[in-house]
Nanobody
Framework: QVQLVESGGGLVQAGGSLTLSCLAS????????MGWFRQAPGKEREFVAA????????NYRDSVRGRFTISRDNAKNTVYLQLNSLKPEDTAVYYC????????????????????WGQGTQVTVSS
């Protein structure tokens, strides 16, 4: 069982930055793959980034690679998503997620492969 709470969203101008945080609790957090997804109005939830249990491997969707950085601090039970060089098309609700497959789990991009979800935090980027 894992519980997730996101924070850090807000309104920023294009080119600006935000740092999202996800505080996790649960027995297996430190061994879980963690992911960030986003969903804009009228669109499907889409993969943003994922990170392995020890932070040694990451995966990003092409449109955010080089601009966003996912990281984790298992001692603090926290996962981060640093969003730089933001664009209006990044506007969405951002969700933290956990994949309860153990330390060897793949960094999947499919929402259905993740087991736990936070409530989401809104990111709005103005032109």
């Amino acid at each position: 069982q894992v519980q997730l709470v996101e924070s850090g969203g807000g309104l920023v101008q294009a080119g600006g930055s935000l740092t999202l945080s996800c505080l996790a609790s649960g027995r297996t957090f430190s061994r879980d793959v963690m992911g960030w997804f986003r969903q804009a109005p009228g669109k499907e939830r889409e993969f943003v980034a994922a990170i392995s249990w020890n932070g040694g491997h990451t995966n990003y969707r092409d449109s955010v690679r080089g601009r966003f950085t996912i990281s984790r601090d298992n001692a603090k039970n926290t996962v981060y998503l640093q969003l730089n060089s933001l664009k209006p098309e990044d506007t969405a609700v951002y969700y933290c997620s956990a994949k309860n497959d153990g330390p060897l789990a793949e960094l999947t991009t499919t929402p259905a492969r993740y087991d736990y979800w936070g409530q989401g935090t809104q990111v709005t980027v103005s032109s």
